[in-house]
Structure formats: structure tokens, C-alpha cells
């Protein structure tokens, strides 16, 4: 079993590296987004990306709510962008996973 997960692991590291503008882009544009969102909203930077990760995640504990139409706006987008980052790390675990078990 040692050797599948070892290979697992080199398999999900050689897609990571493939992706990784990519998913880099992403999580980018979801820290973007954030501190435009707390901008709007007036708060503060660990709040702003705390919101961004919360809401691109989708696990939305509710201590941060946008008010405003333009942040509510955004964090449509946000959540969106969220779910591509996360669905992209999925699929490249699947892939890897494929291939070192299958």
C-alpha cells in the first residue's frame, strides 16, 4: 500500500505543477475579489481574505455578510470562482488517483 500512495503522491504533485498558473490564477482572482468585497463592505484585510475563503469554499459561516448590492454581487462571483478552484483540485485528485491505484 506504501508504494500506491507514494505514488499517488508524485502523480498529484506532477498535476499540481502542471496546473499550478492555473490554480495559482485562481486563488488569486478569490483574494481579489475578497479585498474588493471587504473594501466595500469596510473591513479589514484578514477579514476581507477570511470572507474570500470562507464564501469561495462554500462553507459560509455567516459572521461576515455582505450588505451592499455590489459585494452581494461579487460574492456570487466569488463563489463561483470557488467552486472551479475546488472541482479543479478535485478532478486532479481523481486523476492521480486513477493512476496510482487504478
Known sequence: MRGYTLNFIG???????????????????????GIWIGRLEGWSLLDSVYHAMIAA?????????????????LSIVLA???????????????HAAQLAFG
Open 11 to 33: 502523480y498529484l504533485a506532477a498535476d499540481l505543477f502542471l496546473t499550478g498558473p492555473l490554480l495559482g490564477g485562481l486563488l488569486v482572482l478569490i483574494v481579489v475579489i
Open 57 to 73: 469554499t462554500t462553507v459560509g459561516y455567516g459572521d461576515f455578510r455582505p450588505s451592499r448590492a455590489a459585494s452581494k454581487i
Open 80 to 94: 463561483f470562482v470557488g467552486i472551479v478552484f475546488t472541482g479543479l483540485l478535485v478532478a486532479l485528485c481523481v
